[in-house]
């Protein structure tokens, strides 16, 4: 089965700068690739997602890039905000609202 | 529009004891998940239901672990008897049709077994 690795787990940032998280999976077929960002106490909340036709996808700050050949793709966050503090997963499906598998996180806190 | 909404949100039962949680999709939603996510790690798939039918649960401890959804909306998910491995999380979520749309997940059960 699909198996999606995320890094770093922890991630530290001042206001303003920009976050980068990594994932890679390993089923080729995947081909529907959304990030999650999860707050305290809640359900994660999808945030952007790309599919595999696609090689980057922006939406306001952030952005996400794929490489299907590596099978690695990225979560880009500029200009981070105290309010982007959370728990960020990767995940990877065969298509969308199907079984999706899960990274094991990043925990990215952004300080003042 | 009425989000995923899941009940209880917190529990705590003891070891051998059995739970029940259920949950209740967006409206007119067709795919219904739910997922188990232990502290630190990210959600794990469990089972997923199509309307009223299981497309997947080759994850679901079926020994311990069984799922409901009748009549095609809510769902309950419950374990007998409960070990203390299954603290955790317990996440449901829905989308409009398999392979369309977002899933969108509820806020969680929070399991605690002791």
């Known amino acids: 089965g699909e198996n999606v690795e995320q890094h770093p787990s922890t991630l530290s940032v001042q206001e303003g700068d920009s976050a980068v998280i990594k994932c890679t999976y390993s089923?080729?077929?995947?081909?529907?690739f959304p990030w999650y960002k999860q707050e305290l106490g809640k359900g994660p909340q999808l945030i952007i997602d790309?599919?595999?036709?696609?090689g980057e996808k922006k939406d306001q700050r952030i952005a996400v890039t794929l490489n299907k050949t590596a099978k690695h793709f990225s979560l880009h966050i500029t200009e981070t905000q105290p309010e982007d503090s959370a728990v960020y997963f990767c995940?990877?499906?065969?298509?969308?609202?199907?079984?999706?598998?899960f990274g094991t996180g990043t925990r990215l806190q952004v300080t003042l | 529009e009425a989000g995923v909404a899941q009940s209880p949100r917190y529990k705590i039962i003891e070891k051998r004891q059995s739970v029940a949680f259920w949950c209740n999709p967006i409206?007119?939603?067709?795919?219904l998940y739910w997922y188990q996510q232990i502290l630190g790690q990210g959600p794990k798939l469990l089972i997923q239901?199509?309307?009223?039918?299981?497309?997947?649960d080759s994850q679901l401890p079926k020994d311990r672990f069984s799922a409901e959804r009748l009549k095609g909306v809510d769902s309950t998910l419950k374990i007998q008897p409960a070990k203390l491995e299954d603290s955790a999380v317990y996440l449901c979520?829905?989308?409009?049709?398999?392979?369309?749309?977002?899933?969108?997940f509820g806020q969680g059960t929070r399991l605690t077994v002791v």
């Open positions: 979520a829905s989308s409009p049709q398999q392979g369309l749309g977002e899933a969108f």
């Open positions: 790309i599919r595999s036709n696609v």
């Open positions: 995940a990877a499906s065969i298509e969308s609202a199907s079984k999706l598998t």
């Open positions: 239901f199509q309307n009223n039918g299981v497309v997947d």
């Open positions: 409206s007119g939603h067709a795919t």
């Open positions: 089923d080729s077929a995947s081909n529907y």
